[in-house]
């Protein structure tokens, strides 16, 4: 019987630590670089307006598995097309409200916007060349249709 409550205060004492780190940012779930603004329902449309013609969208949560293994590739895409286009970080749990506006039903989720408007998406989490080759040749066909 006390070795039960000892593996269970073990347990519990390991779990607390845990939640300590992840709520001063040392944990896994700190899913935004140094190119990607987090931003919730209430900033989002600030963030949207001040981050220029193309921005991509990064549906997640701090819960999702696949959504902190895209962390790096997000952040990579970022930082190789920082010239080109903005990354906001969108929460599903801080943001429900935008992530319900862009139907975003499951993550991790990215959506290219040009001017606000949404031009294309993809769901679950992609290799660095490819995301970067769906929005760049996104940009392409979108600056080539602007001459039409």
Same mark, same amino acid.
């Given at each position: 019987?006390?070795?039960?409550?000892?593996?269970?205060?073990?347990?519990?004492?390991?779990?607390?630590?845990?939640?300590?780190?992840?709520?001063?940012?040392?944990?896994?779930? /700190?899913?935004?670089?140094?190119? $990607? #603004?987090?931003?919730?329902?209430?900033?989002?449309?600030?963030?949207?307006? +001040?981050? @220029?013609?193309?921005?991509?969208?990064?549906?997640?949560?701090?819960?999702?598995?696949?959504?902190?293994?895209?962390?790096?590739?997000? /952040?990579?895409?970022?930082?190789? $097309? #920082?010239?080109?286009?903005?990354?906001?970080?969108?929460?599903?749990?801080? +943001?429900? @409200?935008?992530?319900?506006?862009?139907?975003?039903?499951?993550?991790?989720?990215?959506?290219?916007?040009?001017?606000?408007?949404?031009?294309?998406?993809?769901?679950?989490? $992609?290799?660095?060349?490819?995301?970067?080759?769906?929005?760049?040749?996104?940009?392409?066909?979108?600056?080539?249709?602007?001459?039409?």
């Amino acid at each position: 019987m006390k070795k039960d409550i000892v593996i269970l205060l073990v347990i519990v004492g390991a779990f607390a630590l845990v939640q300590s780190f992840n709520f001063v940012g040392i944990g896994t779930n /700190n899913r935004v670089g140094p190119l $990607l #603004k987090q931003t919730t329902d209430d900033t989002f449309q600030e963030n949207l307006r +001040a981050s @220029g013609d193309w921005v991509l969208l990064d549906f997640w949560a701090p819960w999702c598995g696949s959504c902190l293994g895209f962390k790096p590739i997000i /952040n990579q895409t970022a930082e190789s $097309l #920082k010239d080109s286009i903005k990354v906001l970080a969108v929460n599903v749990d801080d +943001a429900p @409200g935008t992530a319900s506006y862009f139907n975003v039903s499951a993550i991790p989720t990215v959506v290219l916007l040009y001017q606000g408007r949404e031009m294309d998406r993809r769901t679950g989490s $992609l290799p660095a060349p490819v995301l970067e080759d769906w929005i760049t040749s996104t940009q392409q066909a979108t600056s080539a249709h602007a001459y039409d």
